[in-house]
């Protein structure tokens, strides 16, 4: 890697590491002693530094708060045996990054800044990155518009942060699901394939609703026909029917995600038919309903690999499958885990040792 940036480090003097308590830990709630700051100002970017974690003193009239060109990307570092710390294909969150950028009108990144900020402030950080089973250090990059003026337009300056936080996994069951036909994540022509806060913000309110009706997550649907499968909360959905694994093809309404990336490779790697396509509704209650579906699963850098116990929809409940039946996502993501964390030969050169 390229070590050109020029960073101005403020060491923390009042490191929280000592106090805190790594078992349990909740997902996205502790960060670490530093973070990795830049703005983009006068077309370029700059002010390059690791500060202490705190508060960015920001105007009230800053455009990303009232008009939302805010961009993230999460992604996560693992503790190797070695000792070495690895971050997980932060290659293709870079990319990404860059096209949710694109969509949202803001400048991109380039990779040194991306990049570089990243190794520093895990090397400022390195002791926060847990070394428990199933922990990790989740990065959160994020950009977002500080121009003070109320014009709607594309703001002119930026700030590009980087938080660090140690953290378990997001969810510890199998979920209930609601394949939710009123509400959409995302359209054509729309901002689904971008990592922008609003697409987060509008599924908040069909979250709430479906967590009354005792759900834990959504599974959405295109907006024209709801006949179609998009995603799963904050996460892609996968499913094995007829012993195939399918998920939704990636396009303008859905996250090209970085595990659904990596999980095709792996079942591709094992022999496992993977289509990439689109999903009915149909196919997948009738799966459900005659057996031939026998996995369900969310996928994503929080999520991980998170089984789905049953499906609600149109006001039937639909019991899958014991997770513990569930040989080809278990197997997959257990293979995952291990590259990861070291314990398998990395033989996609997924792991960039920082
Ligand atoms: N879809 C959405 C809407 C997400 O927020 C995420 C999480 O990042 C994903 C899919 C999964 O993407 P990845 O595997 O890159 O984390
Ligand atoms: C991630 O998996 O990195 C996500 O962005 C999901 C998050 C919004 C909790």
New binding site residues.
Partial sequence: MIDTLQIKITKNSNSRLAETEFKDIPFGKIFTDHMFVADFEDGEWKNFEILPYGPIPMSPAISALHYGQAIFE?MKAYRLPSGEISIFRAD??FE?FNISADRMAMPTIPEEIFMQGIATLINMDRDWVPTQENYALYLRPVMFATDDSLGVRASSNYKFVVLASPTGPYYTKALKVKIETKYT?ANEGGVGYA?TAG??ARSLYPFAQAQKEGFDQLIWTDSATHSFVE?S????VMFVLDGKLITAAVGET??N????DTIIALAKDKGITVEERKVTVAEIIAGAKNGTLTEAFA?????TVTQIGEIGYEGELYQLSDSSTRTISTGIAKELNEIRNGLAADKFGWNWIV
């Fill in positions: 999460g293709k969150n990404r994540r990592k697409n987060y995603e909360g904050a996460a892609n859905i996250l995600g970085v595990t659904r996928v994503g850098t929080a999520a």
